[in-house]
């Protein structure tokens, strides 16, 4: 493998098996600074998916082999971010802008089962005493969404470290979840199964339905009573008809994350769409765009301001 590098240019070594996290958002990896990027017998260029890579033996995660590449804001890059394995800096540390976690908190899989019974696979943290509980929904589920997307899984690995019950599922149709797709409506009964479960597992404490992309939608269409607030990440407005948010007109408490430069749903375009919703708030990230690298700290300190805020 060989990458042509400057005086100034940074690489990093990252094992392969982060791929099968990034998903759908793998065209983040696309701030490449250099004209080519070689990996073995595969050539990756600017702008241009880790979904390009042809298939040889460097995607083996089993093997543990790397890949190589140049950046210039190793702070900013979703893939630094993400990493659940070894990362390496070389010529300056690698920056990663996660909120540091000391306890790990182990996840249990479960199955939960919808209304119409449909079977979701899903994972849960509780921590000791928890003060809250959180679903969270992913994106969308024909764009590779899954509840190991980049902001849902670092939201559930925090959460528990901030005494807040944390409940991930994959939506009807996805990994090994029952059912086919439903367009955003039959999700609405995926995410009351997923209250059902926190209501077993963490009666009696605020509960909050935070989704990113198609699951923010999705959760602002269910107002289901065990519902204190509603965290809406890169909503992005146009998944159901605007009357279907149902969320919209409820007097409990919305938060509304909108990334300056979202692609699909601008802060202008939000603030017009949501000017007359009940108890609503946007907050803009700053520099970010619809797929938030290197912003999930910031989402994590709003949640819980959110949470902390809701009386109870």
Do not use: C
């Not at 690698?94 to 540091?100: D, G, L």
């Not at 925090?158 to 149709?173: D, H, I």
């Not at 890169?234 to 979202?262: G, N, Y």
């Amino acid at each position: 493998m060989y990458v042509a590098l400057t005086e100034n240019d940074e690489v990093l070594a990252a094992y392969l098996d982060f791929i099968t996290i990034l998903r759908v958002e793998q065209h983040l990896v696309a701030n490449l600074h250099r004209s080519d990027v070689r990996s073995d017998r595969d050539n990756l260029r600017p702008r241009q998916t880790f979904a390009h890579l042809g298939g040889g033996g460097d995607q083996d995660p089993a093997r543990g082999a790397p890949v190589a590449f140049s950046t210039g804001q190793t702070h900013k890059d979703a893939v630094i971010e993400h990493l659940d394995r070894e990362l390496v800096g070389i010529g300056h540390p690698a920056k990663v802008p996660s909120i540091p976690v000391t306890t790990h908190f182990e996840p249990t899989s479960i199955r939960i089962r919808t209304t119409d019974d449909v079977t979701l696979e899903a994972e849960i943290v509780v921590p000791a005493k928890p003060t809250a509980a959180v679903f969270l929904a992913h994106p969308h589920p024909q764009h590779g969404g899954t509840m190991t997307s980049l902001v849902i899984s670092e939201l559930f690995r925090v959460l528990p470290t901030l005494g807040v019950a944390a409940l991930r599922a994959n939506f009807r149709g996805v990994g090994a979840s029952e059912g086919a797709h439903g367009h955003g409506v039959a999700e609405q009964l995926d995410v009351l199964a997923g209250l059902d479960t926190l209501e077993r597992a963490v009666p009696g404490v605020t509960t909050v339905l935070a989704g990113w992309s198609f699951g923010a939608d999705v959760s602002l269409a269910v107002t289901d009573s065990r519902v204190h607030g509603w965290f809406a990440i890169a909503p992005p407005l146009r998944i159901l008809p605007l009357e279907e948010f149902r969320a919209s007109d409820d007097s409990r408490p919305k938060v509304l994350t909108i990334p300056q430069h979202d692609e699909y749903n601008p802060p202008d375009r939000a603030r017009r769409l949501t000017a007359g919703w009940t108890n609503t708030s946007i907050e803009v990230i700053a520099g970010a765009d619809h797929f938030l690298a290197g912003n999930t700290d910031r989402l994590i300190t709003l949640l819980n301001e959110f949470l902390q805020a809701i009386p109870r």
